[in-house]
């Protein structure tokens, strides 16, 4: 009686990270023959199997203890592999956590204002959408002077800038990247009442947009019609309901955030409505 043995073939795809103090040719250079990085098993794939006979007893026994290897190291590559897939979940369960990797879309009917500037005798609308509950989540920009592709590359600007902030990327950080770039058109502005001077036009949108929704003063070039009541008294609740109304009505990007100077106390206001008899 002929006797077989079966032998299966795997790839084991793995990586090996080391720590090195300093990049040169002789530590790249000896990198391979270090034992102390970390071994990650990435994936292991089942190729193909083959059979052969086997005459001799002895062989047959060699090659059985070296199945029963073969097989413990099966399991043992079998277990790292799960290990590294509940490595591999977990962290892609906390990047799903992560506000980033979720679209929060602008409704369909949005509040927002345009301003309208103009830089060294260029004309710039900057539109702004905005969020049920005030925050900022999309810009257009237009421009009068500017050629058919610096137009372009505006638009797709702002569409790249919109997708960032309903993607969850803080205005902050859009405001710290873009402020203070210099290029033409830069000059004196006229038509915003908090900003006089621009270095171009991206440092004078993302200083409209951090005046207006973050508060930044030091950017402002006129003060704030805001005034800093030390003894200011706490609102009554009809004031706290028309702030809550105007809130919901109201641009915060509009008002700057200034919803009391922007109150009109209707109070006093008698409506006398009759209906109209037929």
Not at 41 to 69: H, M, P, S, W, Y
Not at 162 to 189: C, H, M, N, R, W
Request: aromatic share 8%; proline share 2%; net charge neutral.
């Amino acid at each position: 009686m002929s006797k077989y043995i079966a032998e299966s073939f795997y790839t084991c795809l793995f990586k090996i990270s080391h720590k090195l103090n300093e990049i040169t040719n002789e530590t790249l250079k000896n990198l391979d023959q270090r034992d102390d990085g970390k071994f990650e098993i990435i994936d292991v794939k089942f190729n193909k199997r083959k059979t052969k006979a086997i005459g001799d007893i002895k062989k047959t026994t060699e090659t059985l203890d070296n199945q029963d290897q073969q097989t413990e190291l099966k399991d043992l590559i079998h277990k790292s592999s799960l290990s590294v897939q509940d490595s591999k979940t977990s962290e892609t369960r906390n990047y799903n956590d992560k506000t980033f990797n979720f679209r929060k879309r602008m409704p369909d009917r949005r509040k927002g204002y345009i301003q309208k500037a103009t830089i060294d005798e260029n004309k710039v609308y900057l539109h702004i959408g905005e969020y049920d509950d005030g925050k900022i989540g999309e810009i257009f920009i237009d421009t009068n002077k500017e050629g058919e592709l610096v137009k372009a590359m505006m638009n797709n600007f702002a569409i790249a800038i919109s997708l960032g902030l309903q993607y969850g990327v803080p205005l902050e950080e859009y405001v710290d990247a873009f402020i203070d770039t210099k290029f033409e058109p830069s000059g004196k502005v006229h038509g915003n009442d908090r900003i006089l001077s621009a270095t171009s036009i991206l440092d004078y949108i993302f200083r409209e947009l951090a005046i207006s929704y973050l508060g930044r003063e030091d950017l402002a070039h006129t003060p704030s019609i805001n005034k800093a009541d030390t003894n200011a008294v706490e609102a009554s609740p009809e004031e706290v309901k028309f702030l809550d109304v105007l809130k919901n009505v109201t641009s915060k990007g509009f008002v700057r955030n200034q919803y009391k100077e922007k109150l009109v106390d209707l109070t006093s206001v008698k409506l006398n409505l009759k209906s109209k008899k037929g």
